[in-house]
């Protein structure tokens, strides 16, 4: 889904979609892999810390990433 949504607008190497609400957040991560490319959606309060959010959500993609291969 992020990658449709990427190669639609033209945008390369895009990684993460955030969506910011008057109510919280989503964020939808790409995890890559050769045979099943996945996606991580969460969703967060408003007052999330957004940098210590995108760092677990990456630390979690390579993990995923790490196991599927």
Do not use: R, W
């Not at 949504?5 to 890559?32: R, W, Y």
């Amino acid at each position: 889904m992020v990658s449709a949504f990427m190669q639609e607008i033209h945008l390369n190497g895009c990684q993460s979609i955030t969506l910011d609400a008057e109510n919280g957040k989503a964020i939808l991560t790409s995890v890559p892999s050769a045979n099943h490319p996945m996606i991580i959606i969460a969703l967060a309060e408003k007052d999330i810390l957004l940098g210590q959010l995108l760092y677990m959500l990456k630390n979690s993609s390579n993990l995923i990433q790490q196991e599927a291969s």
